[in-house]
């Protein structure tokens, strides 16, 4: 049962690709070249939505607005952390965010735990909210005809 109106609509196109795909089989190739294309279209839409997918958040998989809007949409390298790579900072992360600190490294700037994991969280976020960018681009591209 759909929980969420983008479920909802995953559900409908789903069974309008399937209704189209019989249509296709009972009646034959009547239109030719153009019910194969529909053909190979509907197959396309069916495996990408019956593929598990989690969106990247919930806000945006409910049409809501973003939380964190002008915090993340920024460049990255002003981001916390945001000078080091996403190696770099997955690799400091892993062996920092527990680590106790010494007075004297405290004393000299040197990260603590929460600002590693604050780190990586706004990176993640970034991350997420740059591919969603680059797919609603790719997606728009091959949809012009």
């Not at 593929?51 to 981001?79: F, M, V």
């Not at 992360?93 to 990260?111: Q, S």
Request: charged share 30%.
């Amino acid at each position: 049962m759909p929980t969420s109106t983008s479920e909802e609509k995953i559900s409908v196109d789903i069974k309008e690709a399937i209704n189209r795909l019989q249509s296709t089989i009972t009646y034959g190739n009547k239109n030719g070249y153009r019910n194969c294309v529909f053909q190979v279209d509907d197959i396309e839409l069916l495996l990408r939505l019956v593929t598990e997918q989690t969106p990247s958040s919930q806000w945006n998989a409910d049409g809501r607005e973003d939380p964190h809007k002008g915090l993340i949409d920024q460049e990255r390298y002003k981001l916390p952390m945001g000078h080091l790579t996403d190696d770099e900072l997955a690799n400091g992360a892993f062996m920092n965010y527990d680590r106790k600190l010494t007075v004297d490294e405290l004393a000299n700037g040197v990260p603590t735990g929460i600002v590693w994991m604050t780190a990586v969280k706004e990176r993640i976020r970034w991350l997420s909210r740059t591919l969603v960018k680059a797919l609603d681009k790719e997606v728009s591209i091959s949809t012009v005809d």
